[in-house]
């Protein structure tokens, strides 16, 4: 294979590869040695699976084989000498009867090195390069490196042969953030349900506050390093231009002497109601600061960013995710908020303080269904509908109030899906989330009835959608087929089954 084609293949995904890195995935030799010389320090083995299984299709023909042939199967981390980081993750297969027999037992019983048991043996042999590649780390190797969702793996196959014929195939893997030759920060955010505002009357003398949850997936994933001058790749033009923005107004506020190179590794769509521009903002407010050695209280990145003047959270599940309650902003004359308007047009604004924050129960399941429909409100869109619409009356603000208060939130502390699920119901109609509602096409209430009646204890619109969300705790495979069956008849949409993400963003300086 032309393997200097493939590493620029990788780079043109990826980003930079090191040199080291380019001579971990391009080698033909020991790479137990080449690790020694990286890291001066002696590389052993831990073995984390060793069993021999028949071979299946793709074994075999690598081998040459027959499918079903018994062949030697092992996993093992490569390390280095007292210390706990995996440096290597490497698979193996090997043909048992092609193994000579002293081979054979060494490599089946010791922690050592392929390459030392080749030599030990003193096998003739050369390696054979089948691949390199790059992919998102499986959850298996986003444990064994300590990686966040979405991180790139790097990833080589060869064979080792021997005699003309295959004695091993070997794929090695390492995260891209390792063995590079300059220091990275990498942060992962959840994303977030905007449940609802609760008080969009201000009578006594407060305004906004907001619920929400904060999910798993979908999240968004960037890198940073440092650049001369401000560069960002990946992602979306509207993620891009965010990103850039974002990182300016912060580096000019920390008084950072120099730029910032940011990588998207993976984001999801603006105004679709799941706190997108929020989340990308302060990932990038945070990677910059953590790069610079100047980290920042998270409200204080809300700040440099431009977040939290209507909702606070957006910026509460960046820092500890579960259920969230904020307490809104002071309002009248002289106060934080003298009228109502939404973050975009509320700068200077500080984020609200959180009132509750509860650990969502683990158990229960999120479906996100996103139809084809128009974004969701926002710039001078978002400004006028807040200007027309508020003050809501305040006999649904105190509706409202009072089911957070004595059917949300104890449902939630006693785990009893049904009430709350109910509770989520109910707000659909009171207060600012019935305006929302009101101002989306008949086929979001369509959509919510679909997904009730298919089994979901609760649905809702995420902020002004047109992100729906349906909760439950089986059997959410009916739920998610009559989202997307609905959707199908009424132009089209997308849909994921998540769960509460009871944990902040995610920092790795590498």
Not at 25 to 45: F, H, M, Y
Not at 124 to 139: F, K, M, N, T, Y
Not at 370 to 393: K, M, N, S, T, W
């Amino acid at each position: 294979m032309d393997i200097a084609q493939s590493l620029t293949d990788i780079e043109a995904q990826v980003g930079r590869l090191s040199p080291v890195q380019k001579i971990l995935l391009g080698t033909d030799g020991s790479v137990t040695q080449l690790l020694e010389a990286i890291t001066g320090k002696t590389v052993v083995v831990k073995t984390r699976l060793q069993e021999v299984v028949p071979a299946d299709a793709a074994v075999a023909e690598s081998l040459g084989v027959r499918t079903g042939e018994p062949v030697n199967h092992r996993i093992v981390e490569l390390k280095a000498c007292g210390e706990d980081g995996v440096l290597i993750y490497a698979t193996s297969y090997a043909p048992v009867g092609r193994l000579p027999a002293e081979f054979r037992d060494d490599l089946m019983k010791a922690d050592t090195p392929i390459g030392r048991i080749i030599q030990q043996h003193r096998i003739e042999a050369r390696r054979e390069i089948i691949g390199a590649c790059v992919a998102p780390a499986p959850e298996i190797q986003r444990g064994v490196f300590s990686l966040c969702r979405n991180e790139p793996l790097l990833s080589r196959r060869y064979r080792i042969v021997h005699g003309g014929e295959p004695l091993i195939h070997i794929e090695e893997q390492f995260p891209y953030s390792q063995f590079l030759d300059q220091r990275r920060v990498i942060v992962e955010t959840p994303s977030r349900i905007h449940v609802g505002l609760i008080d969009m009357h201000g009578g006594s003398g407060r305004v906004d506050g907001g619920i929400g949850i904060a999910l798993e997936e979908p999240g968004v994933l960037i890198e940073a390093g440092h650049a001369q001058q401000i560069e960002v790749t990946g992602g979306d033009s509207t993620t891009r231009d965010r990103v850039r923005n974002t990182v300016a107004g912060v580096l000019a506020a920390i008084r950072a002497g120099g730029g910032v190179s940011i990588v998207v590794r993976s984001s999801y769509p603006s105004h679709v109601g799941l706190g997108s521009g929020s989340q990308t903002s302060l990932a990038a407010a945070r990677a910059v600061c953590e790069l610079y050695g100047k980290p920042l209280p998270v409200r204080e990145l809300a700040r440099l960013a431009g977040r939290g003047g209507t909702s606070g959270i957006g910026a509460a599940a960046f820092e500890s995710g579960g259920f969230i309650v904020d307490g809104g902003h002071r309002f009248g004359p002289g106060c934080e908020k003298s009228d109502f308007r939404p973050s975009s047009a509320a700068a200077g604004v500080g984020t609200p303080p959180v009132i509750v924050r509860h650990e969502f129960p683990c158990g229960w399941k999120i479906l996100v269904a996103i139809p084809d429909l128009p974004e969701g409100a926002y710039g001078q869109q978002e400004a006028d509908i807040f200007r027309h619409h508020c003050p809501v009356p305040i006999g649904e603000v105190r509706e409202y109030c009072h089911e957070v208060l004595m059917r949300m939130l104890p449902a939630l502390a006693e785990h009893d899906l049904e009430r709350f699920g109910s509770s989520i119901n109910a707000i659909q109609g009171l207060g600012f989330k019935k305006v929302e509602l009101s101002l989306r096409p008949p086929e979001v209430t369509g959509l919510l009835a679909a997904m009730r009646e298919a089994g979901a204890a609760g649905a809702g619109m995420s902020s002004f959608g047109p992100a729906m969300y349906a909760i439950g705790d089986t059997d959410m495979r009916s739920i998610e087929g009559a989202a997307r069956s609905f959707m199908q008849q009424h132009g089209g949409g997308t849909t994921l089954v998540t769960v509460a993400r009871n944990r902040g963003a995610e920092v790795r300086v590498c």
